[in-house]
């Protein structure tokens, strides 16, 4: 996730074209379940939209501002939402659109567009995740087990969201009352699509290999205990610790801070039982050059 891999300057436009055309995290058509990937790729036209709107963003930057988010996940939904709306082949029909009974909430569509291109319309499930490795299974096998990849807060893990991604809010259409909401959209039997966006990162002291469906063009990245870090940082380089809302696209411009900074920020940090925290190396000119978690000694046990 180098700060050359787009061209573009404003943070919000670098984090939109990251969200809706940067490789997914998994290649969900390989796991057995009928949805693929969003297949909306970075075409020229697309390419110069981003361009002019990295010289005017005010359009973009006035949408994400009529709605602020406070988290990850709202925010790289908020990306998607500007893109499906924006682009002259694509339709946005719904968003976040609820299925109900009487009592309870059966589900909701994250999206639901059209193509002209293709033809069709496309329920779109959308989500960004980052997982830290640790191994507890596997031990010869070519692939670890979506079990031991967990969120920083170690609650979320990749095998729950997968299990409810693909079985539940991926299959929403198939609801009798989701059908109902369908038709009086004009919508019948849409495509299934989803935009799993994210990265994991495996143990630096223990490399975990990817789990079964990891797609290949998502670079592996690591994480470290502090101890470890500090054991090879490069007490030279400058570092940043990025807000979350700043996890998406890589940084092209931040304070910079030493690597004593970091290790007295984050020894207070987990001594008041703080969860991992993204690091990024920056280069010369203040641009991202890699990024990894740093955890506590003991994670994924409380510290």
């Known amino acids: 996730m180098k700060s050359d891999d787009t061209p573009w300057i404003t ?23 009928s949805a693929g990937p969003a297949e909306l790729i970075l075409t020229r036209e697309r390419r110069q939209w981003l361009s002019r709107l990295d010289r005017e963003p005010a359009a973009l930057l006035d949408s994400l501002a009529q709605n602020p988010a406070r988290r990850l996940g709202l925010y790289y939904e908020q990306l998607w939402h500007f893109f499906l709306t924006q682009d002259p082949d694509l ?4 968003h976040n659109l609820p299925v109900r009974t009487r009592n ?16 069709r319309y496309f329920h779109l ?12 299974h596997t031990t010869t096998e070519t692939d670890s087990q979506w079990r031991e990849w967990l969120g920083a807060n170690t609650v979320d893990r ?9 079985k539940h809010q991926i299959r929403l259409g198939q609801h009798p009352l989701a059908r ?11 495509g299934r ?3 799993l966006r994210g990265a994991l990162f495996q ?8 789990p079964l469906g990891y797609n290949p063009m998502v670079p592996m990245q690591y994480w470290y205990t502090l101890a470890h870090w500090q054991q090879q940082a490069d007490p030279h380089a400058t570092y940043a610790l990025p807000d979350r809302l700043l996890w998406l696209s890589a940084l092209c411009s931040q304070r910079p801070l030493g690597a004593a900074a970091i290790t007295q920020h984050l020894t207070a940090h987990f001594a008041q039982g703080g969860h991992p925290q993204l690091v990024v190396r920056l280069n010369s000119e203040g641009h991202e050059d890699e990024r990894y978690f740093i955890t506590h000694a003991q994670w994924p046990a409380p510290s």
Do not use: M
Request: proline content about 7%; charged content about 25%; hydrophobic content about 45%.
């Open 104 to 119: 309870s909430t059966v589900g909701e569509f994250d999206c639901l567009y059209y193509c002209h291109q293709r033809e």
């Open 125 to 136: 499930e959308l989500a960004v995740k980052f997982y830290l490795g640790h191994r507890t």
């Open 193 to 195: 699509e989803i935009a």
């Open 180 to 190: 109902e909401i369908l038709a009086d959209l004009g919508i019948e039997n849409p």
């Open 91 to 94: 339709e946005l029909i719904a």
């Open 203 to 210: 143990p630096a002291a223990d490399a975990l290999p990817a």
């Open 11 to 33: 943070p919000q436009v670098r984090d939109l074209a990251w969200a809706c055309f940067s490789p997914p995290l998994l290649q969900v058509e390989t796991l057995g379940y």
């Open 158 to 166: 990749l095998e729950r969201k997968l299990d409810r991604l693909l």
